[in-house]
């Protein structure tokens, strides 16, 4: 059974970082192409960005809010994906989900947007003074 | 302000059948990238309802079908449950943005 369990979630104050963390079981983690999304509170879906396997180059992309200020990066000998967030705004206030889809969907993938068949549970990050 | 416009709310009668639409443009839906559906229920993650336009992952009930035509996609929903009422959302690619976007989300209410 696919597990995704994000940590590292909190209170932080505008200006600061935080570091999320996925742990990530039940797949082979170092094929999947993996993704954040954000939800802020009483919002929509905000896709945040993307890391490919190493093996189809481990390139990561960005949504343009976050570009610049947020990293994705994986350890796959740990299974684990990460995001860290640097100069955080209000506006970061957020659930992150950290998510991944079904190599079969890869097809449908376009741009590195895939369709989501995995999310975590979330966790919710907070910035504020 | 999403680049692929739902509308707000929808709303239908326990068994009618509903649409929620997903506008877009010539960088996105109209440039011929798919679209996936998502239902969220309060407090959930988001589960997976259509992808590639009009496919339905195992277990999803054929009551709920994906279309989608020029710059648009539908999501429709025959035979309404009070258990379907909850959020559901838009997804695609942007070339000009060059990112995935996501609708603005659409609450549906089972009257």
């Known amino acids: 059974e696919v597990q995704l369990v994000e940590s590292g979630g909190g209170l932080v104050k505008p200006g600061g970082s935080l570091r999320l963390s996925c742990a990530a079981s039940g797949f082979t983690f170092s094929n999947a192409w993996m993704s954040w999304v954000r939800q802020a509170p009483g919002k929509g879906l905000e896709w945040v960005g993307r890391i490919k396997s190493k093996t189809d180059g481990g390139t990561t992309d960005y949504a343009a809010p976050v570009k610049g200020r947020f990293t994705i990066s994986r350890d796959d000998s740990k299974n684990t994906l990460y995001l860290q967030m640097n100069s955080l705004k209000t506006e970061d206030t957020a659930v992150y989900y950290c998510t991944t889809h079904s190599r079969w969907l890869r097809f449908y993938c376009s741009g590195g947007s895939c369709p989501i068949d995995y999310w975590g549970q979330g966790t919710l990050v907070t910035v504020s003074s | 302000q999403s680049v692929l416009t739902q509308p707000p709310s929808v709303s239908g009668a326990p068994g009618q059948r509903v649409t929620i639409s997903c506008t877009g443009s010539s960088s996105n839906i109209g440039a011929g990238y798919d679209v996936h559906w998502y239902q969220q229920l309060p407090g959930t993650a988001p589960k997976l309802l259509i992808y590639g336009n009009s496919n339905r992952p195992s277990g999803v009930p054929d009551r709920f079908s994906g279309s989608k035509s020029g710059t648009s996609a539908s999501l429709a929903i025959t035979g309404l449950q009070a258990e379907d009422e909850a959020d559901y959302y838009c997804?695609?690619?942007?070339?000009?943005?060059?990112?995935?976007?996501f609708g603005g989300g659409t609450k549906l209410t089972v009257l």
């Open positions: 997804q695609s690619y942007d070339s000009s943005l060059t990112e995935g976007v």
